[in-house]
């Protein structure tokens, strides 16, 4: 049984608060005020994951509070609306996280639509077309971006030295970045958001 960690799950969800907690801090010179999150579907083990991660990351900073979470049922336009209603209740609201490329685009339409960017820290998952143009234009703060070509090429590689006999790692960790928009051009990060960019890299198992 081989597991891959970070991009997928809890490793993903505690980079978004980190980013986000580095976003209220530059912002306002501290860490501390309501956060929440948007999942796109409960009961689905990757996006729980990435949601633990979130929720366990945000509480190693004791003033940041988590006001709660919305299921969106993976639809983009729902996501936007869903945001819509978090900032109407919660209007001292500083930060949110989107779970998944439909919540990242809809939370940042909704953003982009309340000229919100540069108060509101929004942390998204992916880095679909959408999320990317929401990243430029500052509605998104951040992209977390897990990496899938490594995620094949070390099952891929891991599956055919377990045929060989080779004991395998219980874990391989297979990364993740946030990416800013002040270090979206950083080479590391050029084949996450632009496939046809990528170069492959060592990857570790533990």
């Known amino acids: 049984h081989l597991e891959f960690l970070n991009g997928v ?3 993903g969800g505690n980079a978004a608060a980190k980013a986000m907690a580095q976003c209220i ?10 956060v929440a999150f948007i999942t796109a579907m409960a009961g689905h083990e990757s996006l729980d994951s990435r949601d633990k991660g979130f929720k366990d ?9 988590l006001i ?13 609306s869903l945001t819509a209603d978090m900032l109407t209740k919660d209007a001292d609201l500083v930060g949110i996280f989107a779970d998944n490329a439909q919540m990242g685009t809809g939370a940042g339409a909704s953003i982009s639509e309340k000229k919100l960017g540069g ?3 929004l942390v998204a998952f992916d880095a679909d077309k959408g999320e990317v143009e929401h990243l430029n234009d500052g509605s998104i703060y951040a992209l977390i971006l897990q990496d899938p070509f490594m995620m094949g ?9 377990a045929s060989k006999g080779v004991r395998l790692p219980k874990n391989v960790d297979t990364g993740v970045g946030a990416v800013t928009k002040a270090n979206m051009a950083d080479p590391k990060y050029a084949g996450l958001m632009d496939p046809s960019k990528y170069k492959t890299a060592p990857f570790t198992g533990n």
């Open 68 to 80: 709660g979470n919305r299921v969106a049922n993976n639809e983009e336009a729902e996501g936007t």
């Open 25 to 34: 801090k530059e912002r306002t010179g501290k860490v501390a005020g309501k």
């Open 119 to 121: 108060k509101l820290c």
């Open 9 to 11: 799950g809890v490793g």
């Open 153 to 161: 090429y070390a099952g891929v590689f891991n599956g055919y030295a």
């Open 57 to 65: 990351g945000v509480a190693a900073f004791p003033d940041l509070k």
